[in-house]
């Protein structure tokens, strides 16, 4: 069974995540440049009609429209003017109108696309507010909109935004106060409307809003239903992939039925047209091209099972479209596109893919130059898009194909305990206290992993061992997000992986394996951190307990336990437990680890701080001095553990008066938090409060200032009703009361930091 301690400390101790999202171009010898309506060659310009798509995006940031429009791939955006009108019309008319297909669930009919050329259309002339773009198949509305806001305007979020309804409320206020003009709302690929009603923007005319969906809203929002291509825009689609002096393009007969017989879809007519663009398909007729669709590739289709029919578009003759440039590639680009499938339906690092196709043998024989090949292959087929430097996308039809096709590969199992074994990976790797560089990185492996702990559970080489990880990983990762962003939205979203993980270990593994204890600690100690102690102390006994029956007494987990719950009693005030579970704890891990470990330099310092606030000082100041020798030791000076001691020292010399020493600490604790964690964490806030008890005593005016930003610090990470909270605003009020300390040292004493 893998030690899994560095998962149950509730002070950081381990590194960084090391994990790798980094990036380079594919150079497509034919690249579509912000391409809008035409293929255009590299460093050229494109235009729309005749708009120059740069042009139009800079006129609108220079005249203060806040933008944050995708990418687009289409080649030739042709035969939807009458519905982009249309479309304009509904939103003249109403402020929320919905685009979905003509037939419930089809893909592949350019919903996404007509949204997206609709905002560049219009943005200049209707939306002077600019284009406000949002992924609703996410489940993270909130988060996306808060982060709109915060890029666009350069806000941050004020205090008690408690739920996504108050967050997503706060964010449609500033747009409507800071937008001159109406702004358009998109919200591209919509599965469920009641997932996004509660936070779309209010209905005073500052707004509009346009959806995308496969399935539709009922009467929610406006309909309107997007056909297949008229068949001359199709044709004409079909002709652009082919060059001018072509003769296949004066082949109109063949290419209309070709059209027709592929449903009009742009995206089977575009794959289609570039199959037949390809060097070796120049002296293909079209329709020969047409007859193999009916023929071969049908008659592959007709001989699947009703299971995998599922996995394909309900229009066959689309999936033939997709059969006819699965034949083109290469086994090699076959089995890229048989992992790729395995990624959720979210933008996909380059380096997730390279670290699950290639094996160490492999990286130093450099095969990663035949993997780039293959990922040409898929770009110049349309199968595979990329949509910024070292990140790609499939579209979902695509998606679904290349699971069907993952079924009948041979190595089909070892493609996906590759997947699952490299977002393992990733997933130990996230730190408890994760910085704002940590999030950066690991924010885009998140779908991945979330899609892994829904679809792919069964792909795990060893549950026993990795299991929990799947869910902890999450869970820590929302818990991090939460210290930087508002909300108590985000503390659901790491609280629900815990409550699934728990569901599903218990049900593959049994009531009383490890991973039980391990994942009822993890969640004991969110429900700490939110000051929930009488919902944290059953699932901290009960963790122990299994630990103890599994493991023994004198397991380092045990010891880890023992910890947490001694941390429990502290904050409750129950000092003699407190004291004895500390004890217990620190003696496991001596005789464990040795006396100069980090996990005993953390027992060291959690004793020091029980000491402290009993007014035993000398018992106190060995173990604080102790456990700094340990840490700087062992992980350096500029660590936020090592900030924490700091921090929990220098109040120490502030009790004893001894001022100076104490105001060298806790700037120095303070310096190390800003430059790790950032200005808004609640542990910056915690070196602040510090501050300001000492700044009061010596009756300085910063004590004011510090006591203001902690306030606001706290109320925006931990709630108006967190005891820290409630700390630090009866310190405010003390401070704005008296002309000189005239409260006893004990008052102050008392008043614990949210983390320690």
Known sequence: MTNKQTGLEHVNVGGDADINV????????????????????????????????????????????????????????AGRDDDLKRVHELLQKNQRVAVSAFVKGMGGVGKSEL???????????????????????EGTLTTQLQDFVEVQIGETMPDGLDSGEKLAGHCWRRLSERVEGQMLVVLDDVKDYGDVEPFLPPLNGKFRVLATTRLGFGNAMQQYTLDALVLVAAADLLRSFLPEAD????????????????????????????????PNQLDTGISEILQRLQGECMVQLSEITDEERKLLPKNLNVAASFFLSWQELSPLAQRLACLLGLFALAPIPWTLVETSMLTETEKEQFFWQGWKGARGELLNLHLLQRTKQGVYELHQLLREYFQFQLKQHPEWLSLRKQVVVTLLKISRQIPHTPTLKDIAKITPVIPHLEMISREMLDDIPKPEDDLFWVFDGIARFYKGLELFYKGQELYRLAEEPYQRGLTWIIKILGVDNLSVAYILNNLAELYREKAKYSEAKPLFLRSLAIKEQQLGSEHLDVANSLNNLGLLYYLQENYEEAES??????????????????YVANSLNNLAELYRVQGKYDKAKPRYLRSLEISEQEIGADHIHVATILNNLGLLYYLQENYGEAESLLLQSLKIRKLQLGLEHPNVADSLFSLAKLYYTQRCPEALQFIQRTIQIYKQKLGTEHPTTQNALRLLQIIRVANKPSFPIEFLLNMKPSTQ
Do not use: M
């Open 22 to 77: 980094s990036q380079e171009i594919y150079h497509e010898p034919n690249k579509l440049a912000d391409k809008i309506g035409v293929v255009a060659q590299a460093g050229s310009t494109v235009n729309i009609g005749t708009f120059n798509y740069n042009q139009i995006i800079q006129k609108a940031k220079q005249a203060g429209s806040l933008l944050n429009l995708p990418q687009t791939n289409v080649t030739l955006f």
């Open 115 to 137: 949204a997206l050329q609709y905002s560049l259309r219009h943005l200049l002339t209707d939306y002077s507010g600019g284009i406000c773009w949002l992924r609703g198949n």
């Open 247 to 278: 003769p296949r393009r004066g082949n109109e007969e063949a290419i209309e039925n070709l059209c027709t017989w592929l449903g009009r879809l742009p995206l089977a007519i575009e794959l289609v047209g570039r199959y037949l663009a390809l």
């Open 581 to 598: 579970h500390y004890l217990r704890s620190l003696q496991i891990r001596e005789r464990q680890l040795g006396e100069n470990n980090l």
